[in-house]
């Protein structure tokens, strides 16, 4: 792997009582080690975060296996690339295929990518067809969050020059609810 700048361990278990002496033995060579006890299904990782912010362009990162570093492919391809953004290369000893320093895994990932895409993708339409199915038995109903008197209050202080932002913030709704109840759209709009 590459010589030029530091190796920098990441080790993780799941659990307090679970041991990471297994991992710690693989990254020896490494001449920093970051390491937690924590699920890799959490995004709040506190060492992954000092790690990802203590790495330089040049170093590369040692974990013994992509479970390690992510839970899902989703996750490990968004680390993936954010390390590649600080030209960091990652090197998965258990996996070396998946090595971002060769031809071969910078392939695998691609793979990886066009798999978890085609994941997304599958689960959404999944999702739409499920709604069309349920709209068609009368059972999907958009639930409205806004009650008509809030909507006209919204109205009135928008057309007062407040902004959009301001009156969806403190209506505790998301900026596209705010313009759909506006609009008559959506959930809002008349049947």
């Known amino acids: 792997m590459n010589t030029t700048g530091k190796l920098v361990g990441y080790a993780r278990v799941s659990s307090a009582d679970q041991n990471l002496d297994r991992q710690l033995e ?65 090197e998965f000893i258990d996996n070396p295929a998946l090595n971002t320093d060769t031809p071969q895994g910078e392939f695998m990932l691609t793979v990886l990518a066009a798999m978890a895409q085609l994941e997304r993708a599958t689960i959404r339409e999944r999702q739409a067809e499920g709604i069309a199915i349920a709209k068609k038995k009368g059972v999907y109903a958009r639930t409205k969050r806004l009650t008509p008197e809030q909507i006209t209050e919204a109205r009135e202080r928008v057309e007062a020059g407040v902004a959009h932002a301001r009156v969806a913030r403190e209506l505790s709704v998301s900026r596209t609810t705010l313009y759909a109840a506006l609009n008559g759209s959506g959930a809002y709009a008349t049947t």
Not at 32 to 41: A, L
């Open 26 to 90: 693989v990254l020896s060579r490494a001449d920093k080690i970051f390491t937690e006890k924590i699920s890799g299904s959490s995004r709040e990782r506190p060492e992954l975060t000092r790690m990802l912010e203590y790495v330089r362009e040049g170093d590369t990162v040692l974990v013994k296996s992509p479970d390690r570093l992510a839970r899902s492919t989703t996750d490990l391809l968004a680390l993936v690339e954010q390390l590649r953004a600080k030209d960091v290369q990652i």
